[in-house]
């Protein structure tokens, strides 16, 4: 089994940033691709940023780009989320997530939510006005 733990969450104020991490760990730990999720109260959890695990790329909803950018630990079992000019429309609980090993990784799978089977507890992530 692969373990995701998230931090870094909390009260930031508009127009702020919060820097999330994420810790997977497991017995011989592999990925295809990791991503970052979200929920808010009331909605659809949906997709926020994901990197290829072995290419680097990137994908990012369009109503992040610009201001979240997600990254890959130097020991390649850490993703962070650096989440810049927080506006109101962000307060949600912040979900890691991971794809198995046998995972396509493929760009479209990226931001597709059936393709990951490991996900964190969340952390929750909240902008004052």
């Known amino acids: 089994q692969v373990q995701l733990v998230e931090s870094g969450g909390g009260l930031v104020q508009a127009g702020g940033s919060l820097r999330l991490s994420c810790a997977a760990s497991?017995?011989?730990?592999?990925?295809?691709?990791m991503g970052w999720f979200r929920q808010a109260p009331g909605k659809e959890r949906e997709f926020v940023a994901a990197i290829s695990w072995s290419s680097g790329s990137t994908y990012y909803a369009d109503s992040v780009k610009g201001r979240f950018t997600i990254s890959r630990g130097d020991a390649k079992s850490s993703l962070y989320l650096q989440m810049n000019t927080l506006n109101t429309e962000d307060p949600a609980v912040y979900y890691c997530?991971?794809?198995?090993?046998?995972?396509?990784?493929?760009?479209?799978?990226?931001?597709?939510?059936?393709?990951?089977?490991?996900w964190g507890q969340g952390t929750q992530v909240t902008v004052s006005s």
């Open positions: 497991g017995r011989t730990f592999s990925s295809t691709a």
């Open positions: 997530a991971a794809q198995p090993p046998y995972a396509s990784g493929s760009y479209l799978s990226l931001a597709t939510i059936g393709a990951y089977d490991y």
